[in-house]
């Protein structure tokens, strides 16, 4: 079974700072896909960037990075710069690269950003 | 294009009554998901469809719920009768076919529908 870890419930960060989220997973699938999710407080999902299990190089999305260890099982999310709108839930997620793409999701991180 | 639209986005209901939520899908999606948003278990997935059949209905939490997708830009999902504990807020997404196996297409989430029972 494939299974999300996000061991940070909070975090504070100073604005204009870099802040990262940790993500750990877990899966005996070769072919798989992490992604990770932003929840501000108006509830909605926003996708924010997507890294494949096959893709060398990590991914970057403007400020966004991800921090792909594939050896660790690790996906740590790196906001550079951090903008008091960045304040939210972020959640890590992956997908099995089979025909279904279907989400599983970590229990989120709620991450403020102090000014 | 309007993204995915669910509504109603606020229910309040009390117990044992009927619920159904509404789900439209991105126009040329093929693949509509359900997911609940719950603070004990956080977001999972219900059931989802492709093609409108339903492919994978193991998160269903119980048989009170139901979902239907009797078109490709309709979808419902029904709790009969509702419980207290089926308070949550309720995603509907959507998304198309990759390019290819190596490719992946983002799935788009609804806004959700914010379900209280009483």
């Known amino acids: 079974a494939q299974k999300i870890t996000q061991t940070q419930p909070g975090m504070f960060v100073q604005e204009k700072e870099a802040v990262t989220l940790d993500c750990t997973y877990d899966t005996s699938d070769q072919s798989y896909g992490l992604f990770w999710y932003k929840q501000p407080s108006s509830g909605e999902m926003i996708f924010l960037i997507y890294?494949?299990?096959?893709?060398?190089q990590n991914a970057t999305e403007g400020r966004y990075s991800l921090n792909f260890q594939k050896a660790r099982k690790s996906a740590n999310l790196v906001i550079s710069a951090s903008q008091l709108g960045d304040s939210a839930m972020y959640f890590c997620?992956?997908?099995?690269?089979?025909?279904?793409?279907?989400?599983?999701f970590g229990s989120g991180t709620r991450l403020l950003v102090r000014p | 294009d309007a993204g995915v639209i669910q509504s109603p986005r606020h229910e309040v209901t009390e117990m044992g009554q009927e619920v159904t939520l509404r789900c439209k899908p991105i126009?040329?999606?093929?693949?509509l998901f359900w997911y609940r948003q719950t603070m004990m278990r956080g977001l999972e997935l219900l059931i989802y469809?492709?093609?409108?059949?339903?492919?994978?209905d193991s998160g269903m939490p119980e048989d009170r719920f139901s979902a239907k997708m009797p078109n490709a830009s309709f979808s419902t999902l029904k709790i009969q009768p509702s419980e207290p504990r089926d308070s949550a807020v309720y995603f509907c997404?959507?998304?198309?076919?990759?390019?290819?196996?190596?490719?992946?297409?983002?799935?788009?989430f609804g806004p959700g529908t914010r379900l209280t029972v009483l």
């Open positions: 126009s040329g999606h093929d693949y």
């Open positions: 890294q494949g299990s096959y893709d060398e």
């Open positions: 469809f492709n093609n409108n059949v339903p492919i994978d």
């Open positions: 997620a992956m997908t099995p690269m089979d025909s279904s793409y279907k989400l599983i």
């Open positions: 997404a959507s998304r198309g076919l990759p390019p290819d196996k190596s490719s992946y297409n983002e799935q788009f």
